[in-house]
C-alpha cells in the first residue's frame, strides 16, 4: 500500500461539547434494579384484614357461571378477574361472607385465606450471594448499577458522535492517499460479496432486488459498487490511522484471532472452512483489524466525554 498518513488530528483534541452532555442514569431506575435483588427472599405470610396488594383465596357462589368459583386467588387491586369483586374483598378477614351486588348479579364470597408479600429490604449478605467481584455491600451494588447504567446510556447515544468525530478528524488529517489502493478497497469488497453469492450459486452481476434482500442494502450490483467505492475512501483513511496507532499501543492483528473467527463463521453460517476462508481472507482481516482499532480509539473518546463527571 503507497497511501501514508502526513498528519493526524488527535480525537482527544476535537472539541466535542456542541455534540454530547454526560450522562446520568435515573435514579428511578437504579432502585428498580435494586429491588430485583430482593426478589429470590419475596414471602407471602398470613393477614387478617384484606387491602389492595393481598392475595385472597376465596370461595364464590352466584347464578352468574362465570363466578361460580370452588377455590380462586384474587390479587386485589390488579383487576385480572374483576375489579369490582376485588374491590369488594378489601376488609373482610379470613372465614368472613360477603354479598356482592355486580351488574352481572349477585355473588356471595367467602374468604378463604389472606397472606400479604413481605419484601425485605437488600442487605449485604444478599448482594455477597450474586457474585460479583468486588461488590459485597448495598451501597458498592448501587455504585455499580449506577455507573452500568450510566455505560447502557453512553452506548445506545454513542452512534451519532462517534460518526461526527470520525469525520472530523479524518476531515483533520493529511493524507497522501493512491488511487490504486482506493481501488484495491473497493476490490476487497466487492470480491468478498461475489464470493459469497457464488457459494449460494448466484451469479452477483445478475442479481435480482430479491437476491439483495436480507443480505445487503441494496437492490443492484451497480447499487453496491457504488455504495462500496463510497465508503472506500473513508475505510482506507481509518486503515491508515490504525496502522499509525497500532504502532504506538502496540496493536497488531493475530492469526489467532483470524483462525478463531474462521471457527465462529463455519458455525454461525454453517459453511465449510473452505468457503470461510475464502469469505474471509486473511488480507481482508488485517485490513478490518486496522479499521476497528482507528474506530475503537475514537469510540473511547466519545465515552470519555459522555461518562464525565463535570
Not at 405470610?45 to 392475595?55: F, S
Not at 449460494?200 to 459498487?225: N, T, W, Y
Not at 473513508?234 to 504506538?248: D, T, V, Y
Request: proline fraction near 5%.
Amino acid at each position: 500500500m503507497r497511501s501514508y498518513v502526513l498528519s493526524i488530528l488527535e480525537p482527544d483534541k476535537v472539541d466535542l461539547s456542541a455534540w454530547i452532555a454526560p450522562v446520568f442514569p435515573d435514579p428511578e431506575k437504579v432502585e428498580a434494579e435494586m429491588r430485583r435483588v430482593v426478589l429470590p427472599y419475596v414471602r407471602w405470610e398470613p393477614e387478617e384484614e384484606a387491602q389492595t396488594g393481598d392475595l385472597a383465596v376465596c370461595r364464590m357462589e352466584s347464578d352468574v357461571p362465570r363466578f361460580q368459583k370452588n377455590r380462586i386467588k384474587l390479587l386485589i387491586g390488579s383487576g385480572m378477574f374483576h375489579s369490582g369483586l376485588e374491590q369488594a374483598v378489601i376488609g373482610m378477614t379470613p372465614g368472613s361472607r360477603r354479598n356482592v351486588a355486580l351488574p352481572e348479579g349477585e355473588v356471595l364470597v367467602t374468604l378463604l385465606e389472606l397472606s400479604r408479600q413481605q419484601i425485605p429490604e437488600p442487605d449485604d449478605e444478599m448482594i455477597c450471594k450474586l457474585g460479583l467481584d468486588g461488590i459485597f455491600t448495598v451501597e458498592a451494588y448501587r455504585s455499580y448499577l449506577s455507573e452500568k447504567l450510566r455505560r447502557d446510556m453512553a452506548e445506545e447515544l454513542l452512534p451519532e458522535p462517534l460518526s461526527r468525530l470520525i469525520r472530523v478528524v479524518i476531515g483533520g488529517s493529511e493524507f497522501v492517499l493512491r488511487k490504486e489502493d482506493w481501488e484495491s478497497v473497493v476490490h476487497m469488497r466487492i470480491e468478498r460479496s461475489r464470493i459469497l453469492f457464488r457459494q449460494e450459486g448466484i451469479d452477483m452481476e445478475q442479481a435480482k432486488p430479491e437476491d439483495f434482500r436480507g443480505r445487503i442494502p441494496v437492490q443492484s450490483f451497480h447499487e453496491l459498487l457504488a455504495m462500496e467505492q463510497s465508503k472506500a475512501w473513508q475505510n482506507l483513511c481509518l486503515h491508515l490511522l490504525g496502522r499509525h496507532w497500532a504502532e504506538i499501543d502496540g496493536f497488531m492483528p493475530e492469526r489467532k484471532q483470524y483462525e478463531e473467527d474462521i471457527k465462529s463463521y463455519c458455525k454461525t453460517w454453517h459453511a465449510s472452512e473452505e468457503n470461510a476462508r475464502e469469505a474471509n481472507t486473511w488480507e481482508a482481516f488485517v485490513f478490518s483489524e486496522y479499521v476497528d482499532h482507528a474506530v475503537s480509539r475514537m469510540k473511547k473518546n466519545v465515552m470519555d466525554q459522555l461518562l464525565r463527571e463535570d
